[in-house]
């Protein structure tokens, strides 16, 4: 227990027998958690003279950031894109369930959608810290409907709108609000855009370029003015032209500031990507890469017709289509699921694999110094895996959340 030197007498909990992941590494250390936070334990032995009062044998375990899903849809049956009598009821069994699969933090994404959707589910959908109730919301990722028809994709077509009114006043006809809103994704080719990436990117909201036929001197001129993501790389996009990259060009363009990265969003799902793109892409720039799940309401359901925003979705195996076609809708992966299968497609190590999980959507979304990493003084969001990256139990501010 603290001594009287130490600085807090709220209990200090010490993982031992742990591999943890730390500077781009596995080490063979322990992690000390006080309050919430990760101790540095050479300042708790020698300032304090402190010591655990509850210790933690993870058996070998491998010790990770908690991982953050930036593109989520639903899952378990609930649609985010639903204006239903519990929006808030919805993304709460969501944020529990998810606990299972190491995401301790997430932002519910909303898909192209008519405004009284938008009107009513940003009011609901509050940023909040995670607990044993869930993991916890950074914010929202509206993901259109300020995108390209060629490049739709699953989003209804007659919700697509584009920046008339010069801009914000569009976003915020068409949202209600931008409170709580994290990303939002857009095609920079829209007449009109820069000015909404200049104005999003100056009031912290993070702009993804996607859904898009955008060559690459839009996408560079899209990341000059602040955007900082592409959603779902090589999806809803065009291909890759040795001419013109297109947005896929950003993972290597010489026009990108030099203190920026470009962050894109990787479903690695083995359906979304085939596994020899994704080792082009993780060759070509290894740091941007995040893994999303993009995950729709059937996740953790069974075959059969469900919704997806203003959409009906077909679940076939492991392919959601919208129904009556071949249009890839979402997938039904979980952050685990495409932790694994992004290392065995890659050959990647298993740092880079976790880091891809967690540390590169924190960095992206500005949050690193607190999320995404186990350095001192960031958050014990923790999520305990084996070696073949199966989730073992997950931890948000180092209070177990879940167990197998």
């Known amino acids: 227990m603290p001594t009287n030197k130490s600085v807090s007498k709220a209990p200090i909990t010490q993982f031992v027998n742990c591999r943890i992941l730390r500077d781009h590494k596995l080490q063979r250390e322990d992690?000390?958690?006080?309050?919430?936070?990760?101790l540095d334990p050479e300042k708790l032995f020698f300032d304090e003279e402190g010591y655990a009062d509850q210790r933690v044998d993870c058996e070998g375990l491998i010790i990770?950031?908690?991982?953050i899903d930036v593109q989520i849809n639903g899952g378990y049956g609930i649609d985010f894109s639903q204006a239903t009598s519990n929006v808030r009821g919805g993304v709460a069994l969501v944020a529990k369930k998810i606990l299972e699969h190491g995401v301790t933090s997430f932002l519910p994404t909303l898909v192209t959608s008519p405004?009284?959707?938008?009107h009513k589910v940003l009011t609901e959908v509050k940023v909040q810290s995670g607990g044993v109730e869930g993991a916890g919301v950074l914010g929202c990722h509206l993901e259109g409907p300020f995108i390209s028809l060629e490049k739709k994709g699953a989003h209804p077509e007659q919700y697509l709108r584009s920046f008339q009114s010069g801009g914000m006043l569009d976003l915020i006809e068409t949202y209600g609000t931008l409170d709580n809103v994290a990303m939002v994704t857009l095609a920079p080719e829209l007449p009109n855009s820069e000015k909404v990436v200049r104005e999003l990117a100056q009031r912290g909201i993070t702009v993804s370029l996607g859904h898009s036929v955008a060559n690459l001197s839009q996408a560079e001129e899209a990341v000059q003015n602040g955007a900082s993501f592409i959603t779902h790389l090589f999806n809803a996009m065009l291909p890759f032209h040795h001419r013109d990259p297109g947005i896929v060009g950003l993972l290597t363009s010489d026009q990108v500031p030099q203190d920026r990265t470009v962050f894109y969003g990787m479903i690695a799902d083995g359906i979304h990507t085939n596994s020899a793109a994704l080792?082009?892409?993780?060759?070509?720039?290894?740091?941007g890469l995040v893994l999303v799940t993009d995950a729709i309401t059937a996740m953790g359901l069974p075959p059969g017709r469900h919704t997806l925003g203003q959409q009906v979705i077909e679940i076939q195996g492991l392919h959601a289509y919208v129904a009556g076609t071949k249009t890839l809708s979402g997938s039904i992966a979980?952050?685990?699921?495409?932790?694994?299968?992004?290392?065995?497609?890659?050959?990647?190590?298993?740092?880079?694999a976790l880091e891809a999980a967690s540390l590169h959507p924190a960095q992206l979304l500005g949050i690193s110094r607190c999320k995404g990493t186990l350095d001192y003084g960031a958050d014990a969001d923790l999520v305990l895996?084996?070696?073949a990256l199966n989730v073992r139990a997950t931890y948000i501010a180092g209070q177990e959340v879940w167990r197998k």
């Open 115 to 118: 405004p009284n959707i938008y």
């Open 279 to 287: 080792r082009i892409a993780h060759r070509a720039h290894p740091t």
């Open 385 to 387: 895996l084996d070696d």
């Open 334 to 352: 979980t952050m685990d699921m495409c932790v694994r299968h992004f290392k065995q497609a890659s050959g990647c190590s298993v740092e880079q």
């Open 31 to 38: 992690l000390w958690v006080r309050e919430g936070r990760i």
């Open 64 to 67: 990770a950031p908690g991982f």
